[in-house]
Nanobody, 120 residues
Framework: QLQLVESGGGLVQPGGSLRLSCTYS????????VGWLRQAPGKDRETVAC???????DYGDHVKGRFTISRDIAENTVYLQMNSLKPEDTAVYYC??????????????RGQGTQVTVSA
């Protein structure tokens, strides 16, 4: 059974950085697309970034140039490096997958999430 565990969230000042980690177990996701999603209070869930098996990485317009998604196969972990954070980046961040090779529109499986708060 697949388990996705996010970590690395916290409180950071505007302009600061955080690195989120998503460690997976119970199923090998090395050859599947894995993405990061976020949901702020009162807002719809949105895709932040997605790393397909092959091809171009997909970033949301609101994070392009600031966030970077990467994968460490040896560690069964997908990372989200977040730089130049803004208050509007405040949300619960989830990693997810749908066992597809390309980035999905809807993520069938998600972890429990990690809170990111950007505030002075």
């Amino acid at each position: 059974q697949l388990q996705l565990v996010e970590s690395g969230g916290g409180l950071v000042q505007p302009g600061g950085s955080l690195r989120l980690s998503c460690t997976y177990s119970g199923f090998n996701l090395d050859n599947y697309a894995v993405g990061w999603l976020r949901q702020a209070p009162g807002k719809d869930r949105e895709t932040v970034a997605c790393l397909p098996k092959d091809g171009d990485i997909d970033y949301g317009d609101h994070v392009k140039g600031r966030f970077t998604i990467s994968r460490d196969i040896a560690e069964n972990t997908v990372y989200l490096q977040m730089n130049s954070l803004k208050p509007e980046d405040t949300a619960v961040y989830y990693c997810g997958t749908s066992y597809t090779l390309i980035c999905p529109v809807v993520y069938a499986f998600r972890g429990q999430g990690t809170q990111v708060t950007v505030s002075a």
